[in-house]
């Protein structure tokens, strides 16, 4: 089961947005519209509620929700990957044995964030969790919004100890952190690029492909530069790279997924709403958002949404 999730789980991962309404409730309909979208453009599988889903802003009954409803909109198509991870352990359990219930893919589980937990405590906090499930687990290292890096040779302890602890999404600008985790963790361990600029150069150490927020917005492009990767066109590859670039960086001038869901407005995608104490960024940072955008979508054939 999990050897055959390690040949499926790989590409281009979408991680949609948790669309809100204009006054602040869940908007389901548009979730499902924008994975919809996601897979027919080309995406190759389908997260929600890790850092771009939002998901401290959201109650636990709300992230079973967004699973749920994410679940039926994906419909088998391409895999499911939703975010379990929280602050709080019991929550973690109780979401990601949610996950196993709904039948995804695998669940993505972030290092807690705020409480910063020694290396020793992680180990046993993932082996709870992975112990708990008979699903396939990601772990995901963001420690720039944790506070907390988990530590290769921690990681590595846990892949040996937990067969279903299969791979990690690396939001790490320490490459040479990400080398060490194939090293150590073995080259067919799933390292996912959680950092826009460097999916490129994690695909070409040996990487599984990337979770990357700029799929939002143009997920055909953002999809092709796996695609081109593995059919061996490198050149082609690298060109999208490159282009991806400008958009990628404003992107995240102001917090994910501040910029995200203003551009999502901009192209009429969905309400660009956040929950307090999230918001849209300064109107300045919106007008540099709409001025980068024109290099990717011809906004004036697009209805925005206010």
């Not at 708990?132 to 907390?148: K, L």
């Not at 991806?244 to 994910?256: A, G, I, R, S, W």
């Amino acid at each position: 089961m999990y050897e055959q999730a390690k040949q499926k789980i790989r590409g281009s991962i979408a991680p949609i947005v948790t669309p809100f309404k204009k006054d602040g409730s869940l908007d389901l309909e548009t979730l499902a519209s924008l994975i919809d979208w996601n897979i027919k453009s080309g995406s190759h599988g389908i997260s929600v509620t890790g850092t771009t889903g939002e998901p401290s802003s959201l109650t636990i009954e709300e992230r079973v929700q967004v699973m749920e409803a994410a679940m039926k909109a994906v419909n088998g198509r391409v895999p499911f990957v939703p975010g379990t991870g929280s602050t709080n352990h019991e929550e973690t359990l109780y979401l990601t044995k949610k996950a196993q219930e709904l039948g995804v893919d695998a669940a993505m589980v972030i290092v807690p964030y705020y409480n910063k937990p020694s290396q020793h405590a992680l180990y046993k906090h993932f082996k709870a969790v992975a112990d708990s499930v008979d699903i396939p687990i990601i772990i995901y290292n963001i420690p720039g919004r944790t506070a907390t890096n988990l530590e290769v040779k921690t990681l590595a302890k846990l892949s040996k100890d937990c067969p279903n602890i299969i791979g990690v999404k690396e939001s790490n600008k320490d490459f040479e952190h990400v080398n060490r985790v194939l090293l150590e963790c073995g080259r067919d361990f799933l390292l996912f690029s959680g950092i826009e600029l460097l999916c490129y150069p994690m695909l070409a150490i040996g990487g599984a492909g990337y979770i990357s927020a700029t799929a939002n917005i143009i997920p055909k492009q953002v999809a092709e530069l796996y695609d081109a990767w593995t059919a061996g066109d490198l050149k082609r590859a690298q060109e999208i790279h490159y282009e991806l670039m400008p958009l990628n960086d404003v992107l995240f001038k102001d917090t994910n997924p501040s910029p995200l869901k203003a551009a999502l407005g901009m192209i009429g995608r969905a309400q660009p709403v956040l929950r307090l104490p999230m918001d849209v960024p300064t109107q300045v940072l919106q007008d540099e958002i709409r001025d980068v955008l024109k290099q990717y979508v011809d906004l004036s054939a697009q209805q925005s949404v206010q």
